[in-house]
């Protein structure tokens, strides 16, 4: 009487199975067809016997079982001739399970790419301990950092194919697991994502990347992407993103030139099988042309915002106002009636400045002198008299800037008498569109 099924191997012409008492049957492959059964290997098999596993390893039948049932056991392989004669024993190391609750299902024999190809053992173990984990088959140590697979995808046993590792397990039984190639031994997690827009078309265009998003991700796994579709558009906008990934323990920011580029796509749904950890940097900076800037504006003539940061209020432009300490822009003597003076104040921002709060000053030994304020335009806006000699007298208000950087205006002496000393002042500028 048959048992529960633990293992399945073929040999050749040959299909044995392993049951839970520790019975190998055989039977024929081309008709399954019974052909004989064997007790003598249940008394090679020192862990629970409803725990062992069954395996072809390219030479040897293999049972995989535990050393013991003490609850600190560990991994042994039982290798017979392909007619179930019992051959060696193989007890692992560095890897304790429990031979009374733990199943070690049947496994491969597959070299181990990153343990300079060393061939390698590789077991579905269940229980306390659960995964795929690797053995080196000439010592039987246990290889760190190298499991892969969860419980309810590889408990019931792994193989390999020629190409991947492939699980089972009876959470799913109508399920086969696959798993990639993407393997490390250490690596720093988690796995940092992000794309940037990029256009190939003529001159080619990029943007810093977007926000990042991470996550933690086991060995052999495969990763789906979801990114925005590339928005429509015609010369020197994106027609492509790009996709750029980091492992590392901090979020590598905007822009960082230390993620590494793994895909140009037009794609919406992307799937990784492994880390291109010396694709190209993300651009530090972008160069994509400015566009014309959006506006909110009210229904009637009254004010609009723009998305440059420009901003009109009755219809006249005005960004913002940006104060600062007064700062000093002329200082000289003038003659009365002489030409006015230009100033600047560098303190202003340039290119836009249009209003600017500015300040004069005459003063000297003369009673006759006059300070005037004046637009770049040449237009009177304030003046003050000197009437006392040895004092000074003061005028403010608001100038038109123009001129060099488009934040100059004048001051003159207006007055008739001789030379006076005058000094211009700035406080602050309104920017304007």
């Given at each position: 009487?048959?048992?529960?099924?633990?293992?399945?191997a073929?040999?050749?012409?040959?299909v044995?199975?392993?049951?839970?008492?520790g019975?190998?049957?055989?039977?024929?492959?081309?008709?399954?067809?019974?052909?004989?059964?064997?007790?003598?290997?249940?008394a090679?098999?020192?862990?629970?016997?409803?725990g062992?596993?069954?395996?072809?390893?390219?030479?040897?039948?293999?049972?995989?079982?535990?050393?013991g049932?003490?609850?600190?056991?560990?991994?042994?392989?039982?290798?017979l001739?392909?007619?179930?004669?019992y051959?060696?024993?193989l007890?692992?190391?560095?890897?304790?399970?429990?031979g009374s609750?733990?199943?070690?299902?049947?496994?491969?024999?597959?070299?181990?790419?990153?343990?300079?190809g060393?061939?390698?053992?590789?077991?579905?173990?269940?229980?306390?301990?659960?995964?795929?984990y690797?053995?080196?088959?000439?010592?039987?140590a246990?290889?760190?950092?190298?499991?892969f697979?969860?419980?309810?995808?590889?408990?019931?046993?792994?193989?390999?194919?020629?190409?991947?590792?492939?699980?089972?397990a009876?959470?799913?039984?109508t399920?086969?697991?696959?798993?990639?190639?993407?393997?490390?031994?250490?690596?720093?997690?988690?796995?940092?994502?992000?794309?940037?827009?990029?256009?190939?078309?003529?001159t080619?265009?990029?943007?810093?990347?977007?926000?990042?998003?991470?996550?933690s991700l086991?060995?052999?796994?495969?990763?789906?992407?979801?990114?925005?579709?590339v928005?429509?558009g015609?010369?020197?906008?994106p027609?492509?993103?790009?996709?750029?990934?980091?492992a590392?323990?901090a979020?590598?920011?905007?822009?960082?030139?230390?993620?590494?580029l793994?895909?140009t796509?037009t794609?919406t749904?992307?799937?990784?099988?492994?880390?291109?950890?010396?694709?190209?940097?993300d651009?530090?900076?972008n160069?994509?042309?400015?566009?014309?800037?959006?506006v909110?504006?009210?229904?009637?003539?009254?004010?609009?915002?723009?998305g440059?940061?420009?901003?009109?209020i009755?219809?006249?432009?005005?960004?913002?106002?940006?104060?600062?300490?007064?700062?000093?822009?002329?200082?000289?003597s003038?003659?009365?009636?002489?030409?006015?003076?230009?100033?600047?104040?560098t303190s202003?921002?340039?290119?836009?400045?249009?209003?600017?709060r500015?300040y004069a000053?005459v003063?000297?030994?003369?009673?006759?002198?006059?300070?005037e304020?004046?637009?770049y335009?040449?237009?009177?806006?304030?003046?003050?008299?000197?009437?006392?000699?040895?004092?000074?007298a003061?005028?403010?208000g608001m100038?038109?800037s123009g001129?060099?950087?488009?934040?100059?205006?004048?001051?003159?002496?207006?007055?008739?008498?001789?030379?006076?000393?005058?000094a211009?002042?700035?406080?602050?500028?309104?920017?304007?569109?």
């Amino acid at each position: 009487v048959m048992g529960a099924i633990v293992g399945v191997a073929r040999v050749g012409s040959s299909v044995w199975v392993l049951d839970n008492l520790g019975t190998l049957f055989q039977y024929n492959q081309s008709d399954l067809t019974y052909v004989g059964k064997t007790t003598a290997i249940a008394a090679y098999i020192a862990g629970a016997t409803a725990g062992a596993g069954l395996f072809w390893d390219g030479t040897n039948l293999v049972v995989s079982t535990a050393s013991g049932t003490t609850g600190t056991d560990q991994v042994r392989l039982v290798k017979l001739t392909t007619a179930a004669a019992y051959s060696s024993t193989l007890t692992c190391s560095g890897l304790a399970v429990n031979g009374s609750t733990a199943t070690i299902r049947g496994g491969c024999l597959v070299n181990d790419a990153l343990n300079a190809g060393a061939p390698t053992y590789w077991l579905a173990l269940g229980g306390t301990v659960s995964g795929v984990y690797g053995f080196v088959a000439s010592t039987g140590a246990s290889t760190a950092n190298r499991d892969f697979g969860l419980a309810a995808e590889v408990a019931g046993g792994v193989a390999w194919d020629g190409s991947a590792f492939r699980g089972w397990a009876a959470a799913a039984p109508t399920s086969v697991w696959a798993f990639t190639s993407w393997d490390w031994s250490t690596a720093t997690q988690p796995f940092w994502l992000a794309y940037s827009w990029y256009d190939d078309v003529g001159t080619v265009h990029q943007s810093k990347v977007g926000p990042r998003a991470s996550i933690s991700l086991g060995r052999r796994r495969q990763l789906g992407v979801t990114v925005p579709a590339v928005p429509a558009g015609g010369a020197d906008d994106p027609d492509k993103l790009n996709l750029y990934m980091l492992a590392a323990a901090a979020d590598p920011g905007a822009g960082s030139g230390t993620m590494h580029l793994q895909t140009t796509t037009t794609a919406t749904q992307l799937t990784l099988t492994a880390y291109a950890s010396g694709g190209a940097a993300d651009p530090t900076s972008n160069n994509f042309p400015g566009g014309t800037p959006a506006v909110i504006k009210s229904q009637v003539t009254g004010w609009q915002l723009g998305g440059d940061g420009s901003v009109q209020i009755g219809g006249v432009d005005m960004t913002y106002f940006v104060a600062h300490a007064p700062v000093q822009v002329y200082s000289g003597s003038l003659a009365g009636g002489s030409a006015a003076s230009t100033s600047e104040c560098t303190s202003c921002p340039s290119g836009k400045t249009r209003y600017q709060r500015a300040y004069a000053q005459v003063g000297g030994t003369v009673t006759t002198a006059t300070v005037e304020l004046e637009d770049y335009s040449g237009t009177a806006v304030a003046e003050a008299d000197l009437e006392v000699a040895s004092q000074a007298a003061w005028c403010s208000g608001m100038v038109v800037s123009g001129g060099t950087n488009n934040r100059q205006f004048k001051v003159r002496n207006s007055g008739s008498g001789a030379a006076a000393t005058i000094a211009a002042y700035c406080s602050g500028t309104w920017r304007v569109a």
